[in-house]
């Protein structure tokens, strides 16, 4: 039997729908423009999260980085939350690429105050570096799938737009965020200068991020993924599989959604395991309080069949997707409770 796989929703494989298209896609070169189907994908991306334009990318980290590129200059300071995806997650790319300087704040599940938000805004002052972005994450990842309503970073908006300063939103999966709350992803971007969110997550697609927003932005987007050697030349063939994404996979999620709460049922009731948060979306983080050290915890769910990733001391990360099958997590509660 196969093992239950709840590493991440990136292993989640094409459909055939997604190969079939993928090997019928028109092409050309994208770097001239001139591949059709990037075109369409970029196309479709903008006008469902409602802005001017889009790009078509490599990846969700690309994406990101390019937003921080467009957005600042270098000695500039980016204002993110401590467990930010941004921060903690690519391989430490805002020092690196972005030659900025990454500020901190601490947030209460994925989300800093709008108060701390305004005292760490820099004044003009010469020894401070001036503050050139500020970003947010929906659904948040570490703070186990967060759906964020719309309304919960209105103050934020408000206050860096008192300030012009502009806001990216990390919306790797601003779908699930946008079925979770039944409303459309394009409302939950409103007010932010640039998106990105992620095909080869929860909607299945093998490979690629879309950064969106207006056609000014991504001109320069543009520039900068050539710069990170992003630009790629008969993409359409992946770009295939992302309309495919956008058209039939977005509704889905919820599905995954259900099976995450159903999972999160049998760890409460466990004894050795709690939540380390509601379960908003498709990401379950647990907390583990038996004998076995993390890494012996992991490597003995993977003997019994379960795969599931470290997430620090005492915890695991468990996430739900598409290559699931009904009966799974039963499956996976059974030899959870066992620990
Ligand atoms: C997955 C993810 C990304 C980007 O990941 P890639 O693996 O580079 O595609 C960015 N932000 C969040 C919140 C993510 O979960």
Redesign the pocket.
Known sequence: MNPVDLRSD?ITRPTAKMRKAMFEARVGDDVYGEDPTVNALEEMAAHRVGTEAALFVP??????QIAVMVHTRPGQEVITEATA??FL??AGALGRLGSVQVHILEGERGLFSSKALQGAIRGDNIHFPPTGLVTL?NT??RAGGRVFRKEEFREHLEICSEHNIPVHL?G??IFNAAVALNCSPASLVEGFDSV?F?L??GLGAPVG?LLCGSKVFIKEARRCRKILGGAMRQAGILAAAGIVALEDMTERLQEDHERAKELAEILQESENFSLGFPVDSNIIVAAYRGNLSTEALVSSLAKDGLLVNPFGPGEIRLVTHMDLEDGDMKRAGEILVKY
């Open positions: 990136t990846s969700g980290t690309m994406s990101n995806h941004i997650y690519e994450e948040h990842n990390d790797a999966r990105s992620c080869s997550k991020s």
